[in-house]
């Protein structure tokens, strides 16, 4: 297999400029013993789709660490050169990666094959707040969509990563499907224990609209009322949100367990009723010893959050 690292004569020169293109203070946020490889992924979540996908048939180098907002996280000038000699980018697109964006534009210009997946799953709109008609990135809390990107990603790795097995490729990918299928069905399954008056969600920002759309749910509302979390409420947002979750009836908020609670926890008081401020793990996984270590692991354990959270006691 062709050495990922060995610098590719094309791109010359064009790991300096994406060296320096990095901002100096955003070096704290590289990942601990992740260097160079073939597949270069942005988010951690799409990480573990890949690597379940590409298996031991290249070097997968995941640039986000455990437990970080994908919005806001930043690369080393060391990641940026080794996005720059990646055989293949995957990165989500739609917007997610705001802090490593301009990365992912310089390493198009210096001729890196780079796949966008969030912009080919048929990716959905945004329907309230302040991101109101603007695509949604966040379509893995969709199984379906995934599955949708296993394939995506597959074809890239065979067509763009030198001396991959394209046989044992496409079987890690088919295999991995079957699981998102039996992941889907359990989903479904465990959901018809919420009575359909009783599927409302609230989050701590606009982040479940994939699977309210594929599980019949309703997104009440948002404490942070766009599709990003560097985005801020004011006090009035959290009044409106209040009494629209008391109209509601809404019974649990949901926080992304790498966010802090306090704003879902002040608009849960001033509502005045009795709701459950409850983590999820909505766009991050955990390191290997948390509840969220793949993205199945992460699915199973908002499914089960959201299920005894929303279902007649």
């Avoid at 990603?153 to 496409?170: K, L, P, S, Y």
């Avoid at 996984?285 to 959050?305: C, F, H, Q, V």
Wanted: aromatic share 4%; proline share 6%.
């Amino acid at each position: 297999m062709t050495d990922p690292r060995t610098a590719n004569p094309r791109r010359t020169g064009a790991a300096l400029a994406l060296a320096l293109a990095v901002p100096l203070g955003l070096t704290a946020c590289a990942p601990g013993g992740e260097t160079g490889g073939g597949v270069v992924v942005t988010t951690n979540i799409l990480g573990d789709i890949t690597r379940a996908v590409v298996g031991d048939e290249a070097e997968v180098t995941v640039l986000m660490k455990p437990d970080a907002d994908p919005h806001s996280f930043g690369v080393s000038a060391q990641e940026a050169a080794t996005i720059e000699e990646a055989s293949l980018l995957v990165h989500n697109g739609l917007g997610l990666e705001e802090g490593v964006l301009r990365n992912v534009e310089s390493a198009e210009e210096a001729g890196v094959p780079t796949l966008a997946v969030g912009e080919h799953v048929d990716p959905l709109a945004y329907t309230s707040d302040e991101s109101e008609g603007e695509p949604d990135p966040h379509f893995w809390t969709d199984p379906q969509r995934v599955a949708t990107a296993v394939g995506l990603i597959t074809e890239n790795v065979v067509a763009e990563v030198d001396g991959v097995d394209a046989d044992a490729v496409r079987a890690n990918a088919a295999a991995y499907e079957a699981e998102l299928t039996a992941l889907h069905d359990w989903m479904g399954g465990e959901f018809d224990a919420i009575p359909p008056g009783d599927r409302k969600l609230v989050t701590n920002h606009h982040v479940f609209g994939y699977l309210a759309d594929r599980y019949g749910f309703e997104v009440v509302g948002a404490v942070i009322p766009s599709g990003t979390t560097l985005a801020s409420p004011s006090a009035s947002d959290l009044s409106s949100l209040a009494e629209t979750v008391e109209e509601a009836g809404v019974r649990a908020v949901f926080a992304d367990s790498s966010q802090p609670d306090r704003l879902a926890t002040v608009m849960a008081e001033e509502a005045g009723v009795e709701i459950d401020v409850i983590p999820l793990f909505s766009e991050s996984l955990t390191a290997e010893d948390g509840d969220a270590a793949t993205y199945l692991d992460m699915m199973r354990a908002n499914t089960t959050a959201i299920t005894a959270g929303l279902a007649a006691p």
